[in-house]
C-alpha cells in the first residue's frame, strides 16, 4: 500500500487537485488501484450542480491518470522521472453518476510504453458497478 504522504513525494498535485487518496495494490510497470473518498467537502460540488452534488467526469478522468501517474513515477524513480503529462484521452466513458459519500475504485493498466510514451486502460469502480472506463496515453518529462 502507498499512503497520501507516500503519493505526495511522488505527484506533484495538492489540494484541490490530488485526487488520489492511497494506492491500496501496485505492480511495477504493470498496474495500481488507487482509492479516492469523495465527500461533500469537494470544492467542485459548490459549483457543479449545487443541489444535486455530482463529481465532473473530467476529474475522474483526472483521477485515473494520477493513479497512472503513481504507476510510472514509482516504477521509474530511479531513472530521474519527475512528471508525466496527458497525451490523449481516447474511449472514455461515463457510466455512473459520482456522488459525496462515494468510494472511488480507480484501476489503472499500463497497455504499452515505448521510450517516454505510455499507454493506459483504466476504469472506475463504485460500488462494484463500473462509473468510468478510459484508455489514454501520457508522457514523461525527464
Avoid: W
Avoid at 453518476?97 to 497497455?111: A, H, N, R, S, T
Amino acid at each position: 500500500m502507498i499512503d497520501i504522504v507516500e503519493i505526495q513525494k511522488i505527484l506533484p498535485h495538492r489540494f484541490p487537485f490530488l485526487l488520489v487518496d492511497k494506492i491500496i495494490s501496485f505492480e511495477k510497470d504493470k498496474k495500481a488501484v488507487g482509492i479516492k473518498n469523495v465527500t461533500i467537502n469537494e470544492p467542485f460540488f459548490v459549483g457543479h450542480f449545487p443541489s444535486n452534488p455530482v463529481m465532473p467526469g473530467v476529474l475522474m478522468v483526472e483521477a485515473l491518470a494520477q493513479v497512472a501517474g503513481v504507476l510510472v513515477l514509482k516504477s521509474a524513480e530511479k531513472y530521474g522521472v519527475n512528471n508525466i503529462f496527458f497525451a490523449s484521452i481516447k474511449e472514455a466513458r461515463f457510466r455512473k453518476v459520482v456522488v459525496p459519500g462515494d468510494q472511488l475504485i480507480m484501476e489503472v493498466e499500463l497497455l504499452k510504453h515505448k521510450r517516454n510514451i505510455y499507454l493506459f486502460k483504466g476504469k472506475i469502480v463504485v460500488d462494484n458497478v463500473v462509473a468510468v472506463e478510459a484508455e489514454f496515453m501520457a508522457t514523461t518529462q525527464i
